[in-house]
């Protein structure tokens, strides 16, 4: 059976930003040696900053991503890593040599057999008036992916199972970024009586501190129509298209690997769409987290299967009680936890992840 890895290394001390990538250079090292596998294993890699425009350009140069981040796909988001680090690492390493990948690090393709995985970075500089409008760039990154499968004749519909939206001002932006999408959805065919996107809108910036959106995309070729599951627990969520947004709670994939569940960002709703326990993070984390659960168990999986989690708090304070409910309710399970606004201000928490069901 082919292993997948999905490690989170983040420094255990503090000190300078090189420091700290010496630290993680280490870490990487110590586990691909235990785990037998080279930079070639490396599927992708996402980089949170706690500060994207002074130690982005610094992270690209170190000798951890020249000569390992960089065999995958690489993304980066400003998002400070609520254990106080600078810069930490999320993962997916596939321990099969027979794993070929091509292009760059921020638009990559890497094939298994038959299946292909699309990964694509949309990072906006230089952009003025309207163009810099969170509504244009959200448009024009989901077009500049659609360009990119076009050489593949792939499509968006059909293809794309995955994205990432970071808004820089999530509270007052995300709106004209829902707006946009949903329009841009409506024209390729996606609706609510054909499918959507697994998601997450979150608040997070990129390097270009002019840009108001970044995005990632996660496009898979090969897998039949009979292998795409669409995630719902009526139960405990209402669709998303009721309350005004276009995304899948989460997709199960078929792949040769396993089925890979991909979890879209969830927060405490309940099947109305409305926020529970507002006001208390700890609690909202319960319910989210039954929330994963049912969804998770609609596609066959429970959350023993959760491969990692990245969780979103929009309030510091929140921070050591809500790792303490984590660390109790799925122990064992990696998770990065990070300071982003989420896309409605009531909700305090949400949390992502994959799960992986051989």
């Not at 990487?28 to 080279?38: E, H, T």
């Not at 078929?254 to 969830?266: A, N, Q």
């Amino acid at each position: 059976m082919i292993k997948e890895y999905f490690p989170i290394f983040e420094p255990l001390s503090g000190g300078s930003l090189q420091a700290q990538l010496a630290e993680l250079e280490a870490q990487v090292a110590r586990f691909m040696s235990d785990n037998r596998l080279s930079p070639c294993h490396l599927l992708m890699t996402r980089v949170y900053l706690s500060d994207a425009a002074n130690n982005q350009p610094e992270v690209e140069q170190h000798r951890l991503t020249l000569e390992v981040l960089n065999s995958g796909f690489v993304s980066y988001v400003e998002q400070p890593p609520l254990s106080g680090c600078k810069v930490a690492l999320q993962q997916w390493w596939i321990g099969d040599d027979a794993l070929q990948k091509i292009g760059t690090p921020d638009k990559m393709i890497a094939r298994l057999g038959e299946i292909a995985f699309y990964f694509q970075s949309v990072r906006f500089a230089g952009w003025v008036g309207e163009d810099n409008a969170p509504d244009a760039q959200m448009r024009t990154a989901f077009l500049q992916h659609q360009a990119w499968l076009d050489t593949y004749g792939l499509n968006v519909a059909d293809h794309c199972h995955r994205t990432w939206i970071f808004v820089r001002d999530v509270d007052r932006e995300y709106a004209a970024v829902v707006k946009s999408r949903n329009e841009y959805f409506s024209e390729i065919g996606l609706t609510k009586n054909t499918h959507f996107i697994a998601s997450t809108g979150i608040g997070g910036a990129s390097f270009e501190t002019s840009a108001a959106v970044a995005a990632d995309f996660f496009s898979v070729s090969g897998v039949p129509e009979t292998g795409v599951k669409y995630l719902q627990a009526l139960d405990h969520l209402n669709h998303t298209h009721e309350y005004g947004v276009a995304f899948e709670r989460g997709t199960a994939l078929h792949l040769p690997l396993g089925r890979h569940l991909l979890i879209s960002g969830t927060a405490s709703i309940d099947r109305f769409g409305q926020c529970v326990y507002r006001g208390d993070a700890v609690r909202q984390t319960e319910r989210l987290v039954q929330n994963i659960e049912a969804l998770l168990r609609d596609g066959g999986a429970s959350l023993a299967d959760m491969q990692y989690m990245v969780c979103y708090l929009r309030d510091l304070a929140d921070y050591p009680a809500v790792k303490a409910c984590l660390q109790k309710l799925l122990p064992g399970v990696p998770c990065l936890m990070t300071l982003a606004r989420v896309c409605r201000p009531e909700w305090l928490v949400e949390i992502e992840g994959i799960a992986v069901r051989r």
